[in-house]
């Protein structure tokens, strides 16, 4: 990925505008920017964002959301950091409306995201990656910087405060005697230590699988775009061609008809000359 510190305003702005395109159109804008970004002398910033990869449609349309809205990140980030000050200090009650009120935030992105992206009535599935980043984002700070490009969607687990190193939140409820109740997740069956590595090695190969086929994707269709383009700069070329040769071709027709009829004409010359020359020599 590249490190946005390091990048110069010109690399910046070309991310944000590749960003902001559909995924069909990434290879295409991706292969004109850097050769804008080339023709201008910055070849290292060219390199840049060739190195930059497409995003899947529910990660497009996260990116062009916040890209068209920056103000989104203070939204995420300020939540964030108010649930966890509410899971620091146990206060049940001040969770139970931020959640809430986390729940209308996210529900209000995922519709104005849709409506920015022109999908009115976007698939389950679809929705919920967009549903899941946002929440992902309030819940990890390094996430909610990165939105405006990210090139996959992102999940989180629970709230994922917990996993932070804060405290789990504890609810009481009920008479005396009753238990605490810790969490009304049912909990998940226990898998063993060789389940757990079956299932990473799985898993690792699984994204490598689906890693390698999104990069010859992506080369197959930088190639095939970059042939489109040649063919249209040469049809263009072969239409102006065909003109240039529609026009020859009428000037040789025009220009035949001169030499049939100056040869007519230089025939009844001659004749009239020989004439001439023979009444002369009476």
């Given at each position: ?12 702005d ?7 395109v ?5 290879m ?11 023709s ?42 108010r ?23 996210v ?15 976007p698939?389950a ?14 819940a990890?700070?390094d ?21 932070a ?12 005697g ?17 389940d ?5 090695r ?7 699988a ?14 095939e ?6 063919i249209?700069?040469?049809t ?9 040769l ?16 100056t ?7 001659r ?12």
């Amino acid at each position: 990925m590249t490190d946005v510190a390091d990048e110069t305003e010109a690399v910046t702005d070309a991310a944000r505008e590749l960003y902001a395109v559909p995924p069909d159109d990434f290879m295409g804008k991706r292969s004109e920017l850097a050769g804008r970004l080339r023709s201008a002398g910055d070849g290292t910033g060219a390199a840049r964002i060739e190195k930059l990869r497409k995003p899947t449609v529910a990660a497009w349309i996260v990116n062009a959301f916040v890209l068209d809205d920056p103000s989104v990140v203070d939204e995420l980030t300020d939540l964030g950091g108010r649930l966890r000050e509410a899971q620091e200090a146990l206060d049940a009650a001040r969770l139970r409306d931020l959640s809430a009120e986390r729940r209308t935030l996210v529900g209000r992105l995922t519709r104005d995201a849709f409506r920015l992206a022109g999908r009115s009535q976007p698939p389950a599935g679809l929705r919920d990656e967009v549903t899941g980043t946002f929440e992902a984002a309030i819940a990890d700070e390094d996430l909610a910087a990165r939105l405006g490009r990210l090139q996959r969607a992102e999940q989180w687990s629970g709230f994922g405060f917990a996993a932070a190193g804060a405290p789990e939140l504890t609810l009481v409820q009920g008479g005396r005697g009753r238990a605490p109740e810790r969490s009304r997740r049912p909990e998940k069956p226990k898998r063993s230590a060789a389940d757990k590595r079956r299932q990473e090695r799985a898993l690792a190969a699984a994204k490598k699988a689906f890693e390698d086929a999104d990069v010859a994707y992506d080369e197959a269709r930088g190639t095939e775009q970059g042939l489109t383009q040649e063919i249209k700069r040469l049809t263009k070329k072969l239409a102006k061609l065909q003109d240039q040769l529609d026009s020859a071709r009428t000037d040789i027709e025009n220009a035949r008809k001169d030499v049939s009829a100056t040869r007519s004409r230089r025939r009844e010359a001659r004749s009239a000359l020989d004439r001439a020359e023979r009444d002369a020599a009476e």
